[in-house]
């Protein structure tokens, strides 16, 4: 079934942190006449400034817990989209603490789900490729959407299992729903957990960047605008109950990415330290886009993976006052993981 979908009130979870805030930020730029409700409960990971400054009649903060059923039953009423990025991200957190990944990630979709459910309005899903597993290094083979699920680690077995329930609840009560899973984003308002965040503020901060491993561990990377753009184009355009890979082919090694950060920053190719690995480490991702291009028309912009990077640096340094305090505690626990 195709569907030309026109949204004008759509709820967006998990609005507050990285990947939803620039969605939310692309969808003010672009699609002034679209209301946006963030539904956000503001986790170590949120954070209101990354919405700030848009225009109070377009976007709204709702500060609460996708979990909370009483809550949707409240402000799900009059609109006409979820789009659901809300969730707990970060593998090693989940290593270390797997349960409000189960909370939020299984038992917050259910509930998303059973709102849409009976208030009979569309949804969009978004999730990882890390739910395929991951594929040798010398593979010539890239995740296609029909793919078996073979997700390593709590997080993405969380995420996995998110994307069965919006399959059965498909097929089963018909509900209108997408499916997009995604490569490795970068970009601005990234926490400094993340790879490539943490390592630019190391260097800002004097540490030493730190490698997980052997630092072949390949991650196919996407500038989060276009991901925005895809998930726009997914939503309107996309056909109801069908799963779309977003990637730009953009795979690198580790390695490789840390050394073009030190690079671009004036730091010797070699000024950084090899620490423990993550257990389970998954090897190489890589995303086949072409069901998305060919059906959806969709194309990255952000095609010079320097020139994102550089200016994802430049962001880095001009922002100090948004990562620094997130900065310490972070590295606290990285240090007592031997990280
Ligand atoms: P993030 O950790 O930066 O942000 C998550 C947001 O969800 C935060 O604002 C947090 O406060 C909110 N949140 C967490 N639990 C909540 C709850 N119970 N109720 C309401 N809000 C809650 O994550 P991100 O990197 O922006 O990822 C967003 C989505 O995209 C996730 O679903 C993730 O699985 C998916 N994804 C991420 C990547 C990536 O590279 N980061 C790639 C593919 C897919
Ligand atoms: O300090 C580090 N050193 C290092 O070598 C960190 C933080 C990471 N790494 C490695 C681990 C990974 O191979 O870099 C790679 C990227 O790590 P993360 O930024 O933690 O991302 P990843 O585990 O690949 O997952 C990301 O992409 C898929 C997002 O965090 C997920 O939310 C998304 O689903």
Known sequence: MSSAFEPHNIIVTGGCGFIGSNFVRW??????EVHVTVLDKLTYAGNPENIAGLPESQVELVVGDICDADLLDRIVPGHDAIVHYAAESHNDNSIRDPEPFVQTNVVGTYRLLEAV???GIRYHHVSTDEVYGDLA???????RPDD?????????????SSDLLVRAWARTYGIHATISNCSNNYGPYQHVEKFIPRQVTNIL???????????????????????SRAVWDILTKGRIGETYLIGANGEKSNIEVLREILSL???????????????GHDRRYAIDPTKLEEELGWRPIHTDFAEGLQQTIKWYEDHEGWWRPAKEATERKYAEQGQ
Not at 274 to 279: A, G, K, L, M, T
């Open 265 to 279: 920053m004036g730091q010797p190719e070699d000024a950084f330290d090899w620490v423990r690995d993550r257990p």
């Open 205 to 227: 901060c004097g540490i030493r960047p730190k490698l997980y491993g052997t630092g072949e561990n390949v991650r196919d990377w996407i500038h989060t605008e276009d991901h």
């Open 137 to 143: 290094l010398d593979e010539p083979r890239r995740f």
């Open 148 to 160: 078996p699920y073979k997700p390593s680690s709590p997080y993405s077995s969380t995420k996995a």
């Open 117 to 119: 459910r009976k208030y």
């Open 27 to 32: 969808v003010a730029q672009n699609h002034p």
